[in-house]
Every structure is written in structure tokens, then in C-alpha cells.
């Protein structure tokens, strides 16, 4: 069980499924930590969530979810290349 007041624990266990492959557990733990982090939507920390949500859902194959966060991710910042090469490649899947 994560401390709920220590949303850092939330961000860390979704980054250790990200870079395992485990994109469905990724997802809810950042999730979460968005849950947590919707005071902090001027810090560079909420726009790296998004971008990696968009990752998530790339990586799952959902188109929808995929355009849907790299859209959020854009509108905090508009030049974001992480998001917009997955974009580029939403044809792939």
C-alpha cells in the first residue's frame, strides 16, 4: 500500500512499470499521481506526466487515449516533441 500524502511514491512506481512494459499498471499509477498533482498544472512535472500518459497509451495501441493526452500535453506546451512524435505515428497502430 502507497502513502496516499506521498504522491512522489505514486509517479515512481509508474515510471518502474513504464520502463518494465507494463503500460496498463503505468497508466493508473501516474494516473494517480495526476489525481494528486491538480494544484501543480504550471510545473514541469504535470506536463512530464501527460507526456508519459500519452506514451502509455501509444504503447497500448489506443489510439483514442493516445491523442486525448498528447492533446493535454499540448496544450500546456504546444512545442512538446516527446508528444508530438507519438502523434506523428498514431497511423501505425
Excluded at 15 to 25: F, I, P, V, Y
Excluded at 36 to 60: G, H
Aim: glycine share 4%; with cysteine; hydrophobic share 45%.
Amino acid at each position: 500500500m502507497v502513502d496516499t500524502w506521498f504522491m512522489e511514491a505514486y509517479w515512481k512506481l509508474g515510471t518502474l512499470h513504464m520502463d518494465n512494459g507494463n503500460w496498463k499498471a503505468a497508466m493508473l499509477e501516474i494516473g494517480k499521481f495526476m489525481l494528486m498533482a491538480s494544484n501543480m498544472k504550471n510545473e514541469p512535472a504535470y506536463e512530464q506526466a501527460l507526456s508519459y500518459l500519452t506514451e502509455c497509451a501509444f504503447e497500448m495501441k489506443d489510439k483514442t487515449l493516445c491523442e486525448h493526452f498528447g492533446k493535454r500535453t499540448l496544450a500546456v506546451n504546444p512545442k512538446n516533441d516527446y508528444v508530438l512524435d507519438y502523434l506523428a505515428n498514431l497511423d501505425s497502430l
